[in-house]
């Protein structure tokens, strides 16, 4: 049920793309094939940062030596070819390292500094862009959204606050068959974002606006062409303007078409014809735009979670109306405006094909998580899930990341 996947509906049938938060995108379909073992993967091949990242240092050796073994078996059973995990305790320390590879074929290290495309995650910049908007007066969140955009089934009873909770009742392109056949078939296609609105709006409203939460993608696509509309500006140039500019993230952006930054690791997928293992590295995320396709890395989530979680880009008020989470049909887990709470922690998960991704922080602790995978063959559960439930369970007991799996939870999106 993980949130992010800019995932398509089918998620056994093909695998995930960029999600959202938990039961996003799920699948349904035959379970993906074993992906092909890389170099083995252990504890003492982890790459540390090449400086601590937190003025009080490192965790406490103990601590450090539990979160080493722990990822490294996780990573062992499910297959993981590289992670990088961040986790960032105040007054404790932090825990900064990279498991595994970048690349399969030459055994190449994965290291804290590359670059990765984050999926779902995205939906939490775009829906602050949003957010801003309101705080500006320029936009009303119980505003329908046939005020902003045109074509959008029932789209006056629709609200913006209903797209970004995740409570429009529109159907999600990613789940459509003609979609999926065509992204599997060339998945280096450029797609504009009323193209992808055209599958969704090719099926009538799964449901009345509000009646229920249901994860779709085409609510934060409109969301992104909302904030072009009302800006007079693209969504990459008012996201770089308005939240990576402000905090200084650097290494965050919107790319045009399959720019990837340099250095980031091969991701590895089954989204493919005939379901064998590929490399998803170069493919166009242009089908996930608003709702998935940013590039980041470690330390530039590392600052843009307590940024989130606190609120710092939006008016306290906004920011409440941000937070009033509802729940999603899973216990200990509910859903704001662009943002999940999972066991306490507010943040998102991502995953598109060969990459998966969490962002999230404790509110009022200061403690931050960022997880980095470069695989989206989940074997057991979300590859980001495992290890975010395993550091977890060691560093925070009290409050763990668990996003359960639709065979856990059932289709509950549907």
């Not at 960029?18 to 993906?32: D, S, V």
Request: a neutral charge.
């Amino acid at each position: 049920m993980s949130f992010t996947r800019t995932t398509f509906a089918a998620r056994r049938a093909l695998p995930a793309c960029a999600t959202a938060l938990l039961l996003l995108l799920t699948g349904a379909g035959t379970a993906p094939a074993a992906p092909p073992q890389g170099p083995a993967v252990n504890a003492a091949a982890a790459v540390p940062a090449r400086a601590p990242s937190d003025p009080a240092g490192a965790l406490d050796a103990g601590t450090v030596a539990r979160l080493d073994t722990a990822i490294a078996a996780v990573m062992e059973k499910a297959g993981i070819p590289g992670a990088s995990v961040g986790l960032w305790v105040p007054g404790r320390g932090a825990y900064v390292r990279s498991f595994g590879v970048a690349d399969r074929r030459d055994g190449a290290p994965l290291k804290p500094d590359m670059y990765s495309r984050i999926g779902s995650v995205t939906k939490t910049f775009t829906v602050t862009g949003v957010l801003q908007l309101v705080d500006r007066g320029l936009v009303g969140l119980d505003d329908p959204i046939s005020q902003y955009v045109d074509g959008v089934p029932g789209g006056e009873r629709v609200t913006v606050r209903q797209l970004a909770a995740m409570r429009s009742g529109l159907y999600d392109y990613t789940s459509d068959p003609t979609f999926l056949d065509a992204l599997r078939a060339d998945p280096h296609r450029a797609y504009a974002p009323r193209q992808l609105l055209g599958y969704a709006f090719a099926h009538p409203p799964n449901f009345a606006p509000n009646a229920k939460w249901e994860y779709s993608n085409t609510n934060t696509v409109l969301l992104g062409l909302l904030v072009e509309k009302v800006s007079g500006k693209s969504l990459a140039a008012y996201l770089e303007e308005r939240v990576f500019a402000p905090l200084g993230l650097d290494s965050t952006t919107l790319p045009a078409g399959s720019a990837f930054p340099d250095p980031h690791p091969q991701g590895y997928t089954t989204f493919s014809p005939d379901g064998a293992v590929v490399e998803a590295t170069d493919w166009n995320p242009s089908w996930a735009w608003a709702a998935g396709a940013i590039v980041s890395d470690l330390e530039d989530l590392r600052a843009w979670v307590p940024a989130l979680v606190d609120g710092r880009l939006l008016k306290p008020a906004t920011q409440a109306e941000r937070l009033r989470t509802e729940p999603v049909g899973v216990p200990g887990v509910g859903y704001g405006l662009g943002i999940a709470r999972v066991d306490g922690w507010l943040g998102h998960n991502g995953e598109l094909p060969g990459y998966e991704t969490i962002a999230a922080g404790l509110p009022g602790s200061g403690v931050t998580l960022v997880v980095l995978v470069n695989s989206d063959i989940d074997r057991g559960g979300s590859l980001s899930t495992l290890i975010g439930r395993a550091v977890t369970q060691i560093v925070t007991p009290e409050h763990v990341w668990n996003l359960p799996s639709p065979s856990q939870v059932g289709e509950n999106r549907r």
